[in-house]
């Protein structure tokens, strides 16, 4: 067992499950340590995206957002009119969509439980859910974006090291088999040209976020044919079966400043001694460039999360 990922897990399973400060006697902390890894051994964690370049539309009532794929073979596209993700991608000529599962055997886990424990189905499910973002996370910091941070200053460099991540998944968790595996495209060996120094990333927004619908769902699972490559489904809701599986879209803004000059936010920082803040004040620069907060989160008005006094971080 990975002692510090289990953590990162079981924190977020409690924000799920809306602890909020409470006490927590033994018995009820040893279960959810026990649900969290029952889960990771029964998950087939598997994970596809794409690229994407973004045009935006604007006008009285909604905007919209074209997304035309970079891989010319494809020929494929989307409009989606979302205000939001019009916001979200402000200054993005890129994107991409990707999206990731733990397979059928989670559902099948969840609702066993529900017929005799349903408090151990609850907290299967919340950890489930905890798990698939910490997994897509890490997948993105190793695999596409290449930070060393953990942090989410997470600027692109877009080097594939599928091979280990798949290891070191494999790794920490002794249960893995050979079916356990990740699904990989080609688009990242066509993003060796795009630097650390020269991007950066936003958050995942996904449909059913403020005003994105549910039903862009049903048009992104064809776009990238997901049905084939991850085995995931949609039912008449517009909801992902299995159900621990998310789907997001990631814009992909140039770092104009750091571009122009060539040369690092640290020496930057040091030769016109500012502070971070500072810097992003004076260049109007958005602090969810440099790291997680609730500042400039699109759902924030709406977060349970924060109605509760915490975050989903």
Do not use: H, W
Request: proline share 2%.
């Amino acid at each position: 067992m990975n002692i510090s990922e289990n953590s990162i897990i079981k924190k977020q399973t409690l924000n799920y499950l809306g602890y909020n400060g409470q006490n927590i006697d033994n018995n009820l902390d040893s279960l959810i340590d026990n649900c969290i890894i029952e889960v990771k051994e029964k998950s087939n964690p598997r994970v596809y995206y794409e690229r994407f370049n973004v045009t935006k539309k604007n006008n009285n009532t909604i905007n919209s957002v074209v997304l035309n794929s970079i891989d010319i073979s494809k020929n494929s596209s989307i409009t989606i009119y979302s205000n939001d993700l019009s916001n979200l991608l402000v200054d993005c000529s890129e994107c991409i969509i990707i999206s990731a599962t733990l397979g059928f055997e989670i559902d099948k886990l969840i609702k066993y439980y529900s017929k005799f424990d349903i408090t151990k189905a609850m907290i299967i499910d919340s950890s489930a859910s905890a798990y698939i973002e910490y997994f897509l996370d890490e997948y993105e910091r190793e695999n596409i974006f290449n930070n060393e941070s953990k942090e989410y200053e997470q600027n692109l460099s877009f080097n594939n090291e599928s091979k280990e991540f798949e290891q070191n998944l494999s790794s920490n968790n002794e249960t893995c088999d050979s079916e356990k595996s990740i699904v990989f495209n080609d688009e990242s060996k066509k993003f060796e040209n795009l630097t650390s120094k020269n991007y950066n990333r936003t958050f995942r927004f996904a449909p059913g976020y403020d005003d994105l619908s549910l039903e862009y769902n049903r048009e992104i699972l064809k776009l990238l044919d997901l049905n084939k490559n991850l085995k995931i489904f949609l039912n008449p809701s517009n909801l992902f079966e299995p159900m621990k599986t998310i789907l997001g879209i990631i814009g992909v803004r140039k770092n104009d400043l750091l571009k122009i000059y060539d040369i690092e936010k640290n020496d930057l920082l040091k030769t016109y001694n500012i502070e971070k803040n500072d810097l992003l004040k004076t260049y109007n620069l958005e602090k969810s460039d440099l790291q997680k907060s609730c500042n400039n989160c699109i759902v924030s008005k709406n977060c349970p999360f924060k109605r509760r006094g915490t975050t989903c971080y």
